[in-house]
């Protein structure tokens, strides 16, 4: 109940004035330019493992992986893309921002900006969670374009597709509507991040131990609703095919 309460008075406050621009960019500048590069190196090993592991198992099971290019295409960019990337945010923005707030908590920084006549939801949430919702849709853009362009490239080095018959193949299975779902799964992905965030640094305990315990609790609970949401969004998209 008390999640539901900040996620709602979040929403509220989200599209009521005053707004917080400077520090939206701030926000947006730590979860998105600064963790492109973790979220491009991880993504393009785990569209290389991806192709091989696929044409591996094909090989054997019906002896040949001419579909694997369009298999891979498909599973890039409705799962791996957005999914990996976002549970690579929750591991970097989601435990510095449980940290950060816990502190805060912690310290009375907050309870300060309650005698100042300041919202901590509106001061402390609210930016992050438009920077997070941001960040989430365009590193999802940018994980399913690197993804595929890696699997494209392992596709012609160890497979012996050419460039041409990897793009026929991708677009018998991939529709551009995958990469409109699949950033809208970013979205929804990088929204919950600050809410869990918030709320578990929100309840941090005094101590070293009680910070802990609040960003081990954040980024366990933001990725299992990663994996809920993405298993609810997955079947609504479905409709749409």
């Known amino acids: ?35 492109a590069p973790i979220v491009v190196f991880c993504v393009s090993f785990a569209a290389v493992v ?8 094909m090989k054997m099971v019906i002896k040949n992986d001419a579909l694997v290019p369009g298999f891979a295409s498909l599973l890039i960019l409705r799962e791996l893309g957005a999914v990996v ?17 816990g502190s805060m908590q912690v310290t009375e920084q907050i309870d300060a900006l309650r005698m100042l006549g300041m919202d901590p939801v509106r001061f402390l949430v609210v930016p992050r969670f438009v920077a997070c919702v941001l960040g989430g849709f365009l ?28 793009l026929v193949s991708m677009r018998t299975f991939v529709e551009f509507q995958d990469l409109v779902f699949s950033s809208i799964k970013g979205a929804c992905f990088g929204a919950v ?27 366990v609970s933001t990725s299992v609703s990663i994996i809920i949401i993405d298993f609810v969004l997955s079947w609504l998209f479905t409709h749409f095919y």
């Open 1 to 35: 109940m008390e999640f539901l309460t900040l996620l709602a008075h979040t929403l509220v406050r989200t599209i009521s004035p005053p707004y917080r621009p400077k520090d939206i960019l701030r926000q947006f500048v730590f979860v998105a330019y600064e963790s």
């Open 50 to 57: 991806t192709i091989i592991e696929a044409s591996f198992h």
């Open 85 to 101: 990337s976002a549970l690579l945010v929750t591991s970097r923005v989601g435990a510095g921002l449980a940290a950060e707030v």
């Open 139 to 166: 590193l999802s853009i940018v994980a399913n374009l690197v993804c595929l362009y890696c699997a494209m490239m392992v596709s012609q080095i160890s497979l012996g597709y050419s460039t041409g018959s990897f």
């Open 193 to 219: 991040i600050p809410l869990f965030s918030c709320f578990y640094g929100f309840r941090c305990r005094a101590g070293a131990e009680g910070v802990g315990l609040a960003t081990t609790n954040s980024v």
